[in-house]
């Protein structure tokens, strides 16, 4: 009596070939994973640097505009980087340094008519300032982001 071949002696390991397949493009999947967390965290950290370059120089104007407000207040006429009479010469950024803005006196750049004596004391237009500021993310060399806030203040 023959007995029937076993089922071992049947078996050409594609059960090997198919896990191994399946191993190569599980690793793939990792690999790409990997690659889009990481430029996912790098534009994060891009955000973070600009969102903190732009704060920093909104502080920096926000903060110039009540010391002039205050000086106005005062009866002092607030220092500008340019005479109030000087509406052609345009700001040069090359000296510009953080914290300290640009500020330029614009009510003398026009002719106002008859908008200089206003019925309501709210709407004066007697001294209207340009304030612009700069601002990095952070101080030192390693600052990745920097910003420029222009604002038009009437104190």
């Not at 505009?65 to 340019?82: C, H, K, S, W, Y």
């Not at 300290?100 to 750049?109: A, E, F, G, K, M």
């Not at 004391?121 to 304030?131: A, G, L, P």
Request: a negative charge; hydrophobic letters at 40%; proline letters at 6%.
């Amino acid at each position: 009596m023959r007995r029937p071949p076993s089922s071992r002696g049947r078996q050409t390991g594609a059960v090997l070939y198919v896990a191994l397949i399946m191993l190569v493009l599980l690793a793939l999947l990792g690999v790409v994973a990997m690659q889009v967390a990481g430029l996912q965290e790098r534009m994060s950290a891009n955000y973070q640097a600009a969102s903190m370059a732009f704060q920093n120089a909104e502080g920096v104007v926000r903060t110039h505009e009540i010391a002039l407000a205050d000086q106005v207040r005062a009866g002092t006429l607030p220092p500008t980087n340019l005479p109030p009479t000087d509406c052609a010469t345009p700001h040069d950024a090359a000296g510009w340094t953080d914290r300290v803005p640009h500020v330029r006196r614009l009510d003398l750049c026009f002719s106002w008519g008859g908008l200089d004596y206003p019925s309501d004391q709210s709407e004066r237009t007697d001294q209207i300032y340009q304030v612009t500021a700069h601002a990095r993310d952070r101080d030192g060399v390693f600052a990745s982001s920097e910003a420029v806030i222009d604002t038009v203040f009437i104190p």
